[in-house]
């Protein structure tokens, strides 16, 4: 199969490599399904089809004619890497309860307003800038499977539930990690790193599922304090560690509840 990905499952079938085509937004104001708001330069004409699978996908000077023209996500979006330029004018809107899987990186150097209710999987970096707006009130999941991931919020905090699961992936804060307050932070895969950066895990750092086909590592090395709100979870073992050389662990709420350190 070319062109095509695995999720789960999958017996007797050969994933070939992928070819990405990059897309660029025209014409305002539109539906993510619209066939007329997609070129293939920046500007241009519409291609008559819009991006699936690891198409690259920018938002650039070209693409908004007024101020808050919305992209409306009717469909789930499907990218290889998602860029809103420097040059995006107009402060735009992407609006939307459909997931967006971004398979590259995902880069907000303009200025623009994220509206999402649905799950955003990444695959890749995340870079975020201090201008813009961020509201995404569902899951993040982090799916990397390779190292050195960027995690850069700028200072916005996760709307929502975060969950770290990817067989081989490691992120590196470039920035401080805000968890949303009553909400967690999950870990499954992969390895965290803070790179001394103040991390707040929300209501719960729940990292429960530990056995051989979940295996993580928290690396706070350089950071002085973390912070929950009531719960601390976790059970380091053969598959899973903390690695914490001179770190506090700040319990907000004074509370009976789950502390667990093993």
Request: aromatic share 14%; with cysteine.
């Amino acid at each position: 199969a070319t062109n095509s990905f695995g999720v789960s499952g999958n017996t007797g079938v050969t994933f070939g490599s992928f070819t990405s085509t990059d897309f660029y937004w025209i014409g305002g104001t539109g539906n993510w399904s619209d066939t007329a708001n997609w070129a293939s330069t920046s500007g241009g004409s519409p291609t008559g089809c819009i991006p699936q699978g690891f198409d690259n996908v920018t938002f650039d000077a070209n693409s908004f004619s007024a101020n808050n023209q919305r992209v409306t996500l009717d469909v789930n979006a499907n990218t290889g890497n998602m860029t809103w330029t420097t040059g995006v004018v107009g402060n735009p809107e992407l609006y939307g309860n459909k997931e967006v899987n971004v398979r590259g990186d995902l880069n907000v150097d303009g200025t623009m307003e994220w509206y999402q209710n649905g799950n955003l999987n990444l695959f890749g970096d995340i870079v975020l800038n201090t201008n813009m707006l961020w509201q995404h009130t569902n899951y993040t999941y982090f799916k990397a499977t390779d190292s050195a991931n960027v995690i850069d919020m700028a200072g916005h905090e996760f709307d929502s539930h975060v969950r770290f699961d990817g067989q081989l992936g490691e992120w590196q804060l470039a920035s401080d990690f805000i968890g949303k307050s009553g909400h967690e932070v999950q870990f499954y895969n992969g390895t965290f790193r803070s790179m001394g950066h103040d991390v707040f895990f929300g209501y719960r750092l729940n990292g429960w599922h530990n056995s051989s086909n979940q295996q993580y590592t928290i690396d706070l090395t350089g950071t002085d304090t973390v912070t929950v709100e009531r719960r601390w979870e976790i059970y380091p073992n053969n598959y899973t560690r903390v690695i914490a050389p001179n770190t506090t662990v700040l319990i907000e709420q004074n509370v009976h509840d789950h502390f667990y350190f093993r």
